[in-house]
């Protein structure tokens, strides 16, 4: 999506080294999501944030962390702990003024660990 | 959280069919969303059901949300090659967050 940066599109790590995934937006969204997916897997949830300062737990967020020091900014930090980290992450936002919102995708990161 | 199961996982279309894909919840749903990836790309909002019955039409795609709002599916008429991707569809997971599917993969035969 226009207003979601990701970078950079392909990131090759070494096993063992901790590497920190960007997500920039200029949507003025509240809320902002960090997905995982694999083949077959469809979209796993690593961690989310509804508010500058704050951030929750998703269902596989072992082995990564977060911040959300800006509202614009919510970078992934994929640690060494993280026993298969080779996969496709994928950042996104919402709106939080309505019950229903829909979620804005950005181009995501390929990270590939050798 | 809820969570929805999407069939079938894998689906190859002759172009100029039709087809459909869909998406079950064991429990009922507030509201479905769905989404479209093409291949290489990300996931891209499609719409939102919302009503009980609900059916929504853009072009060859028809949405339906079931009576008792937990079922939902997605078909597509004349397939075309532009339509091949993963279709995910998403039931609220609870605190602002989406439970999606796995997704069906479409691949598309000239």
């Known amino acids: 999506d226009g207003g979601i940066t990701q970078s950079p599109k392909y990131l090759f790590r070494k096993e063992g080294q901790n590497v920190t995934l960007s997500c920039e937006q200029n949507l003025n969204h509240d809320a902002m999501y960090w997905y995982r997916q694999d083949p077959g897997q469809g979209l796993r949830l690593i961690y989310y944030s509804q508010i500058v300062n704050d951030f929750q737990k998703g269902d596989i967020a072992e082995g990564y962390s977060v911040s959300r020091e800006k509202k614009e900014s919510f970078p992934l930090t994929v640690t060494s702990a993280q026993k298969n980290p080779t996969a496709f992450y994928l950042c996104?936002?919402?709106?939080?003024?309505?019950?229903?919102?829909?979620?804005?995708f950005g181009p995501g990161t390929r990270l590939t660990v050798l | 959280g809820q969570q929805v199961m999407q069939i079938p996982q894998y689906q190859h279309v002759q172009e100029g069919e039709d087809f459909t894909t869909y998406c079950n919840s064991s429990?009922?749903?507030?509201?479905i969303q769905w989404y479209k990836q093409r291949p290489g790309g990300h996931p891209v909002f499609l719409i939102q059901?919302?009503?009980?019955?609900e059916v929504k039409k853009q072009k060859r795609l028809t949405f339906q949300f079931g009576e008792a709002k937990k079922n939902s599916s997605l078909h597509i008429t004349a397939t075309q090659t532009t339509d091949v991707g993963t279709y995910f569809c998403a039931g609220p997971g609870g605190n602002n967050r989406l439970a999606f599917g796995k997704g069906n993969q479409v691949v598309v035969i000239p």
């Open positions: 996104a936002t919402s709106t939080l003024s309505t019950s229903y919102n829909e979620q804005f």
């Open positions: 059901l919302v009503k009980s019955g």
């Open positions: 429990t009922t749903l507030s509201n």
